[in-house]
Each structure stands twice: as C-alpha cells, then as structure tokens.
Nanobody, 123 residues
C-alpha cells in the first residue's frame, strides 16, 4: 500500500494542524493505521493508532486530549488532528499501515510506511 502523508508545516505553540495520509489501494480499509513521529536526534515514537473500521483508537500519553486520529475509508485516508501544539511536538510525522486490523502502538506491527511530513512548532 502506497502512503502519502501531508499537512505538515510551521505553527506557533497553541496552534493546530491536521495531517492527512492517503492510501493508494482499495484494501486500505482492511488495516489498522498509525501515526508515529521522530524528532531530531531521537528515535521514532508512537503517536496514535486507529483500527480498520475506526472503532478503536489509541494515543501516546503525551498527546492525549490534544490529538485526534480518524479515518475515512471511502477516501482511503487517515487524519491526525493536532490541537494545542507544543514545541515538543516538533518532529517528522509518519503514517503507517498495520499488519492487521488492530490499532497497534508498536512500530514492528506496521508493514508499510509513508514518507514523513515535517511539523515545526515555535515557542
């Protein structure tokens, strides 16, 4: 499954951005999807995940109450709405397709990764 993330940019602290990740194949709706991020000099870390039908979501503690993951399977697209952004959220954000239909928090459970999109939050 080819994935293309978009929507990154520069925003001031407290602002919002919405990331999108479009899948190129009809089978997109069979799989859980996740967002991960990698800050400069740090390892890639889990941000949010959503199950294949959107019935289950999971979040990293650092983004709970601020970020919302959703998906529109009719458009083969998953979204990450990011509110109340903080400088610590600055990173390259990646979307990924899961191994199965679950909302997994573990990177090894993801088989396909899109090219990242950079989010920069200024203080």
């Amino acid at each position: 499954v080819q994935l293309q993330a978009s929507g990154g940019g520069f925003v001031q602290a407290g602002g919002s951005l919405r990331l999108s990740c479009a899948g190129a194949e009809r089978i997109f709706s069979w799989y859980g999807m996740g967002w991960f991020r990698q800050a400069s000099g740090k390892e890639r870390s889990f941000v949010a995940a959503i199950s294949a039908r959107g019935s289950a979501t999971r979040y990293a503690d650092s983004v709970k109450e601020r970020f919302t993951i959703s998906r529109d399977n009719t458009k083969n697209t998953v979204y990450l709405q990011m509110n109340r952004l903080e400088p610590e959220d600055t990173a390259v954000y990646y979307c990924a397709k899961g191994y199965d239909s679950d909302a997994s928090t573990a990177a090894p459970q993801y088989t396909d990764w899109g090219r990242g999109t950079l989010v920069t939050v200024s203080s």
